[in-house]
Structure formats: C-alpha cells, structure tokens
C-alpha cells in the first residue's frame, strides 16, 4: 500500500505591520488543520513571507516530485526552520543587480511572480 500524502498548507498572516508565513497540515482527508510550522521572524513584505513559506514547504518532502507523503513530521525538513537563514534585505528578495545598486522589484514572472526560488 502506498504511503499516505500529506495534506499541507502554506497561509501568509499579517503581524502588526509585517508577515509571517504558516504552514497547516490537515489530520487526515477531512480532518482539522493543525499548526505545522512556522515563521520565527516577521517579513516586512507579504512577497518575502511568501517565498521564505515555498522554501520552508519544500524542505517537508524527501523527493520534491513526489511530495509529502508518509507520517506526520516525517520529511527531511520537518525539523528545520528554513526561516532563520533567511534575511528580509533587498538582496534576499532579489531587488539587487551584482553591482549591489538597487533595482525595481519585479511584479510578475518567476514562480507565481516573486522570481525564482533556487539558491
């Protein structure tokens, strides 16, 4: 019998004047969500807790094409927080040039419109 796939949210709130990702796993087909894992830091952006909650979501799964299967807090990243390497700075979300002179953010383009997620 195959293992079971995980069911794994990925939900940005907002704190006071920042964000903050959370990731909620639901107990089961139809169970409750439950709190999973998140954010140790405040985002100044809702793009940047966004993109730091993909990477902290795609630390979960032992094979990215398969996704989240087996227990609950059995991925390989399921005891990390991917968070805390993680700087709110312009360079972080991809708004410097090599020069380190600042350019506009992006709008659109890159995985769902704040550039790639590699690195």
């Known amino acids: 019998m195959p293992e079971a796939f ?3 949210a990925l ?7 920042g964000f903050r990702w ?3 796993e639901r107990d089961g087909k139809r169970g409750p969500w439950h709190e999973l894992q998140r954010a140790a830091k405040t985002f100044k952006t809702w793009r940047a807790a966004l993109a730091a909650g ?3 979501l795609e630390a979960i799964p032992d094979d990215l094409d398969t996704g989240p299967v087996g227990e609950a807090g059995s991925g390989s990243g399921s005891d990390e927080n991917p968070s805390a390497e993680i700087e709110d700075s312009a360079e972080s979300a991809g708004t410097t040039g090599t020069a380190g002179k600042a350019k506009p953010p992006r709008k659109k383009g890159g995985a769902f419109g704040f550039g790639g997620l590699g690195g």
């Not at 939900?11 to 004047?17: F, L, P, R, Y």
């Open 6 to 8: 995980r069911s794994i």
């Open 11 to 17: 939900t940005v709130e907002q704190v006071g004047e």
């Open 22 to 24: 959370l990731l909620i």
């Open 54 to 56: 993909v990477k902290a």
